[in-house]
């Protein structure tokens, strides 16, 4: 089984549709955890991190559920700069191994 | 925030030549830098986690003479593709994370996109 998995997509949606995408991990001890968005051919770049109580950065919300041991993110009013390949990171108990999901590739369309 | 920087971005060479890449966090110490690869259409593959001042821990499968790691600095990781052949061509990006708390995240560099002809 692997640590990190993410639905590969891809997810096309309109703007201004809300689209959500979860990731489940394997590992229970599992500190801290991430999403990242990678554009084609460019580097992973931070979206945020997953705080136990959830948070929110705009339209942008993250959710961790330690009990399922999964994570979500949930983007409201969609624009087309928001397609891109949205990667789920967990960081492991051993704080140096981090755990990439294979991404999920959003396509927003007009 | 934390930057990080990657150089070359693009390399094209002959097969045998050797390709050295840097690594570098601009406005914070990395204690731990990490090297990953990453093929067309798939994931970000591990190479390698470095630590400042000691050898660097590979990922099964990775060849430590092929793919020399120095980390030398909390500033400066560097990677080097030794006899570079036509399979070793792919996008090379490291990432790089401050020490403290164990939740910080990484942040990655531009990436290197190397081509072996």
């Known amino acids: ?110 | 925030g934390a930057v990080v920087s990657q150089h070359p971005s693009r390399v094209i060479c002959k097969s045998g030549t050797s390709v050295k890449i840097e690594c570098r966090s601009l406005d914070f110490q990395a204690t731990t830098m990490f090297w990953y690869r990453q093929f067309p259409k798939q994931s970000l593959m591990l190479m390698a986690t470095s630590n400042e001042g000691s050898k660097a821990t590979y990922e099964q499968g990775v060849e430590k003479d092929k793919f020399l790691i120095n980390h030398a600095s909390l500033t400066l990781s560097t990677l080097t593709v030794t006899s570079a052949h036509p399979e070793d061509s792919s996008f090379y990006i490291c990432s790089a994370r401050g020490s403290g708390q164990s939740n910080q995240p990484q942040h990655f560099g531009d990436g290197t996109r190397l081509s072996i002809l």
Do not use: H
């Open chain 1, 1 to 110: 089984r692997k640590e990190v998995e993410q639905d590969p997509g891809p997810f096309n949606v309109p703007e201004g549709a809300t689209v959500a995408f979860n990731c489940t991990y394997s590992n229970s001890a599992s500190q801290s955890f991430f999403w990242y968005r990678q554009d084609c051919r460019k580097e992973p770049k931070l979206l945020m991190s997953v705080y136990s109580s959830g948070n929110e950065d705009g339209r942008f919300t993250a959710q961790l559920n330690r009990a399922s041991q999964y994570i979500s993110l949930l983007i409201r009013d969609s624009k087309l700069s928001d397609s891109a390949t949205y990667l789920c990171v967990v960081n492991a108990y051993n704080f140096n191994k981090f755990y990439f999901g294979s991404g999920t590739k959003l396509n927003v369309k007009p």
